[in-house]
C-alpha cells in the first residue's frame, strides 16, 4: 500500500492557502514550486509548503483533505500555526 499525504501550499502568511492530496508529496511539490501543473497553485503562485500530514493509505489521506476543504479559514490557519508558527517553507524537511 501507498502513504498518502495531504498538504497546504501558500504564497505569503495567512495568504492565499490550497489543500491537496498526493501520493508522492516530494514530486508533487517539486511540480507546484515550478509550475509544471496548471491550475490555482500556478495562478496565485502558491510554491511555499506550510503544512502536511502523512497516512498509511489514500483513502485516509482523501477523507482528511475533505475535512480540511469544509473547515473555516480561520481553523486552518490555526492548525498550520500549531506546527509552523513562522509559516516556513518545509519542501527542505521533505527531500
Do not use: C
Amino acid at each position: 500500500m501507498k502513504n498518502g499525504y495531504i498538504y497546504i501550499m501558500t504564497n505569503k502568511p495567512k495568504g492565499t492557502l490550497y489543500i491537496g492530496v498526493t501520493s508522492d508529496l516530494t514530486k508533487r511539490i517539486y511540480q507546484h514550486k515550478n509550475n509544471i501543473l496548471d491550475g490555482f497553485t500556478s495562478a496565485y503562485n502558491l510554491k511555499t509548503l506550510v503544512y502536511y500530514e502523512i497516512f498509511d493509505d489514500m483513502q485516509n489521506a482523501i477523507f482528511r483533505e475533505k475535512q480540511l476543504k469544509n473547515w473555516h479559514r480561520d481553523w486552518r490557519i490555526n492548525l498550520i500555526e500549531s506546527i509552523n508558527p513562522n509559516w516556513n517553507d518545509l519542501y527542505r524537511d521533505i527531500i
